[in-house]
């Protein structure tokens, strides 16, 4: 278990492989970790999200497994979801080329076993057999088996659309006819998010939509990075926008007062709309989940089942347990209906069924009792992140934590979580407390400490 837990750490996170490129994750790394996940395979699909990086790391990537026989099926530029569908109707493994919502300077691969994000033990096994290759010669097969290249864009698009249209109640949409933006940072949901939108009835009109060109925004979808979209919803007078990450896995909602959602509120607002119909299902979140939706699937009688930060932890006990439906506050939605991964392009159009439902996102939003929240990170280099977080456990102010990921203490003010980033050289601190002094006061606690720890 050590052996596995080091390894993880040196290159997989939270979330596959991120980091620096070409510094860090570069055509080199790509080869090794495709060669060796595609080796005794018939086939791979691969795509990436747009970014300058991800031509180059892709062709390593179709290199690294045509060397060892595999077919390489390359979809382009597309979202995570998609390729995940093509890799579950195709029953094959698949790569994605993607640093999500990082910055452009990053990139890295997400992997997937018939449309399933690998689980730790999996990734484990990849690197394992990387530090054992002394060279890529010792994998590559004989000149006449070599694999090939061969298109599958349109077709993945295609069926990931056709899915969706399953999924939601266009009728419903048709009927209301909201009026939508779609913002997708010129990135990978450039390539389908408004055309998903119009089949389910929608009417859409795009920003940042240009696959391939440099975005007029930052990656990451947050209140800051959408301030012209927020504007842009009110001088439009549209029922709501939708704003994309890098792979399009998230989606993050403006309403029509021009305001975002807010990261807990869409949540909790997409759990009511689903307990509605089931009042009695169980839902998945991670331990980064707020009181507020604790406190809607308790009014429901509903069971909430907590797991460590990750998409693919999260979707792995929505399999286990039978949930209809599991979110993280990022904005990443599983749906069990769906995908066996976040779709952000299914969570456009499963808003737009909410709204069309009958009331305004703005109203939903006033029907959730929230608390003062607090998100922050400190920066810290991930060799140094153990360290840190054995200084906060020795100095830690709260009740005994909660350690499923990090440490998580829950008070009768409300609750703290500080935990490493799995994606990004940080420390992250969460906060939520049931009035704004207690909130403050606790926050300048636990800053003080993670700031020392990461010195």
Same mark, same amino acid.
């Given at each position: 278990?050590?052996?596995?837990?080091?390894?993880?750490?040196?290159?997989?996170?939270?979330?596959?492989?991120?980091?620096?490129?070409?510094?860090?994750?570069?055509?080199?790394?790509?080869?090794?970790?495709?060669?060796?996940?595609?080796?005794?395979?018939?086939?791979?699909? &691969?795509?990436?999200?747009?970014?300058?990086?991800?031509?180059?790391? *892709?062709?390593?990537?179709?290199?690294?497994?045509?060397?060892?026989?595999?077919?390489?099926?390359?979809?382009?530029?597309?979202?995570?979801?998609?390729?995940?569908?093509?890799?579950?109707? *195709?029953?094959?493994?698949?790569?994605? &080329?993607?640093?999500?919502?990082?910055?452009?300077?990053?990139?890295? @691969?997400?992997?997937?076993?018939?449309?399933?994000?690998?689980?730790?033990?999996?990734?484990?096994? &990849?690197?394992?057999?990387?530090?054992?290759?002394?060279?890529?010669?010792?994998?590559?097969?004989?000149?006449?088996?070599?694999?090939?290249?061969?298109?599958?864009?349109?077709?993945?698009?295609? =069926?990931?659309?056709?899915?969706?249209?399953?999924?939601?109640?266009?009728?419903?949409?048709?009927?209301?006819?909201?009026?939508?933006?779609?913002?997708?940072?010129?990135?990978?949901?450039?390539?389908?998010?408004?055309?998903?939108?119009?089949?389910?009835?929608?009417?859409?009109?795009?920003?940042?939509?240009?696959?391939?060109?440099?975005?007029?925004?930052?990656?990451?979808?947050?209140?800051?990075?959408?301030?012209?979209?927020?504007?842009?919803?009110?001088?439009?007078?549209?029922?709501?926008?939708?704003?994309?990450?890098?792979?399009?896995?998230?989606?993050?909602?403006?309403?029509?007062?021009?305001?975002?959602?807010?990261?807990?509120?869409?949540?909790?607002?997409?759990?009511?709309?689903?307990?509605?119909?089931?009042?009695?299902?169980?839902?998945?979140?991670?331990?980064?989940?707020?009181?507020? @939706?604790?406190?809607?699937?308790?009014?429901?009688?509903?069971?909430?089942?907590?797991?460590?930060?990750?998409?693919?932890?999260?979707?792995?006990?929505?399999?286990?347990?039978?949930?209809?439906?599991?979110? =993280?506050?990022?904005?990443?939605?599983?749906?069990?209906?769906?995908?066996?991964?976040?779709?952000?392009?299914?969570?456009?159009?499963?808003?737009?069924?909410?709204?069309?439902?009958?009331?305004?996102?703005?109203?939903?939003?006033?029907?959730? *009792?929230?608390?003062?929240?607090?998100?922050?990170?400190?920066?810290?280099?991930?060799?140094?992140?153990?360290?840190?977080?054995?200084?906060?456990?020795?100095?830690?102010?709260?009740?005994?934590?909660?350690?499923?990921?990090?440490?998580?203490?829950?008070?009768?003010?409300?609750?703290?979580?500080?935990?490493?980033?799995?994606?990004?050289?940080?420390?992250?601190?969460?906060?939520?407390?049931?009035?704004?002094?207690?909130?403050?006061?606790?926050?300048?606690?636990?800053?003080?400490?993670?700031?020392?720890?990461?010195?």
């Amino acid at each position: 278990m050590e052996f596995r837990e080091s390894i993880i750490m040196s290159i997989f996170g939270t979330s596959g492989i991120r980091d620096l490129c070409p510094l860090k994750v570069n055509p080199q790394i790509v080869m090794k970790v495709s060669s060796v996940f595609c080796k005794a395979k018939k086939q791979v699909a &691969i795509a990436y999200d747009s970014r300058q990086s991800g031509q180059m790391l *892709k062709s390593a990537s179709s290199c690294g497994a045509m060397q060892v026989g595999a077919n390489a099926y390359d979809l382009g530029i597309c979202p995570t979801p998609t390729l995940s569908l093509y890799s579950q109707m *195709k029953k094959c493994p698949a790569i994605m &080329i993607t640093a999500s919502h990082n910055p452009y300077e990053y990139n890295g @691969l997400k992997l997937f076993s018939n449309g399933v994000e690998l689980d730790a033990w999996q990734e484990a096994q &990849i690197e394992k057999g990387i530090n054992n290759i002394d060279n890529l010669k010792t994998l590559q097969t004989d000149w006449k088996k070599c694999g090939q290249k061969y298109d599958a864009h349109d077709y993945a698009i295609d =069926e990931h659309i056709k899915l969706i249209c399953k999924k939601v109640d266009v009728s419903l949409i048709k009927k209301q006819k909201p009026n939508v933006i779609v913002d997708c940072a010129n990135m990978a949901g450039s390539t389908i998010s408004a055309l998903a939108l119009q089949k389910c009835g929608c009417l859409v009109q795009k920003s940042n939509c240009d696959a391939g060109q440099i975005s007029l925004r930052p990656l990451e979808p947050n209140e800051k990075n959408l301030k012209n979209l927020c504007d842009m919803v009110v001088d439009t007078k549209s029922d709501f926008a939708i704003a994309h990450d890098g792979d399009a896995d998230r989606a993050i909602i403006v309403a029509d007062d021009g305001k975002l959602l807010g990261l807990d509120t869409q949540l909790a607002i997409a759990v009511m709309h689903i307990l509605d119909k089931n009042p009695h299902a169980k839902i998945v979140s991670t331990v980064e989940s707020s009181l507020s @939706l604790r406190e809607i699937v308790e009014s429901y009688k509903a069971e909430l089942q907590i797991t460590p930060v990750g998409s693919a932890k999260v979707a792995s006990l929505m399999r286990e347990n039978g949930a209809v439906f599991g979110g =993280e506050p990022c904005g990443e939605y599983v749906f069990a209906n769906a995908l066996p991964t976040p779709d952000g392009i299914m969570s456009g159009a499963f808003f737009a069924q909410i709204f069309s439902d009958g009331q305004k996102l703005s109203s939903l939003a006033k029907k959730v *009792k929230t608390y003062p929240i607090m998100r922050d990170k400190i920066a810290c280099k991930n060799e140094l992140k153990q360290t840190a977080m054995s200084k906060i456990k020795a100095k830690w102010p709260f009740c005994t934590p909660n350690t499923i990921d990090g440490l998580r203490s829950d008070e009768k003010w409300g609750w703290v979580l500080v935990r490493p980033s799995g994606t990004e050289p940080y420390i992250r601190i969460t906060i939520e407390a049931k009035d704004d002094n207690e909130l403050k006061k606790q926050f300048n606690v636990i800053k003080t400490i993670v700031s020392q720890a990461c010195k």
